[in-house]
């Protein structure tokens, strides 16, 4: 039972990409460059997730000014 659950993290794991292949990417979250440059700025990160990119840039288009 534990190999199980040990072989599903496995799977689940994503990938993590560096700051710079996420601003590259920028259009596949339907955002600039820019907005994913301060986004990623904002969590202090250099390597992040494609879902922990996405949180930080809903948070950072729902951030109030």
Same mark, same amino acid.
């Given at each position: ?7 599903? *993290?496995? *799977?689940? *794991?994503?990938?993590?990409? /560096?700051?710079?292949?996420?601003? !590259?990417? !920028? /259009? ?7 907005v994913? !440059?301060?986004?990623l ?18 948070t ?6």
């Amino acid at each position: 039972m534990a190999e199980k659950k040990v072989a599903e *993290q496995v *799977q689940e *794991q994503e990938p993590v990409y /560096s700051r710079d292949e996420l601003i !590259a990417a !920028a /259009s596949s979250f339907g955002v600039k460059p820019e907005v994913v !440059a301060g986004a990623l700025r904002l969590t202090g990160k250099d390597n992040l997730t494609k879902t922990e990119a996405e949180k930080a840039i809903k948070t950072f288009l729902e951030r109030k000014a």
